[in-house]
């Protein structure tokens, strides 16, 4: 029996906000802004964007972080404001929303595989875990698809990431957490 894969309920809701929103172009515009610590996603991809209000000439700009505390939150709201600027509009505002906390289902699939194409693993499934929460043995390793991994350790170069290192071509490799 074919099953027709079903889109997230998340990523449903996130697809719909934007698409159906009056702002449309400055959510285009805002696909311009990079996570520092990763710049080969954009603040949508890594779901940390999450609404884009106007209140006459002012911009509102919600983002919520996707870590408790992670420093790229300043530099992601300068570049923003610097971002939106640049296109005319002079007063904005950056919003930090904690309450819902970030989850890594609001990741794209887009921002899914860039992750993986920048080297780091992207997070998985909790069933592809053995206790649901944290990874374990079987992450697939990005750069050669083995699941012959190993964790070396909780913490990578983020607090948003664990430490592994594939078994099969010896790369380490960050795995970003699911949360």
């Given at each position: 029996m074919n099953e027709i894969p079903l889109m997230p309920e998340e990523e449903y809701h996130r697809l719909q906000q934007r698409s159906t929103s009056e702002m449309k172009e400055l959510w285009d515009l805002l696909d311009e802004v990079k996570d520092p610590e990763i710049p080969a996603l954009s603040i949508w991809d890594l779901g940390i964007l999450r609404d884009i209000e106007r209140q006459g000439e002012h911009i509102i700009?919600?983002?919520?972080?996707?870590?408790?505390g992670c420093p790229a939150m300043d530099t992601i709201t300068e570049?923003?404001?610097?971002?939106?600027?640049?296109?005319?509009y002079e007063s904005v505002e950056v919003k930090l929303q904690l309450s819902p906390a970030w989850s890594s289902e609001w990741m794209s699939p887009e921002g899914r595989r860039k992750l993986r194409d920048y080297g780091v693993a992207p997070p998985e499934d909790a069933a592809d875990s053995e206790d649901g929460l944290t990874p374990d043995a079987h992450t697939l390793c990005p750069h050669c698809g083995s699941r012959d991994t190993r964790l070396i350790s909780e913490f990578g170069s983020t607090a948003c990431k664990a430490l592994f290192q594939c078994q099969a071509c010896k790369e380490t490799f960050d795995y970003f957490k699911k949360i």
């Open positions: 700009v919600t983002i919520t972080p996707t870590y408790s570049d923003v404001k610097a971002a939106l600027n640049a296109r005319g």
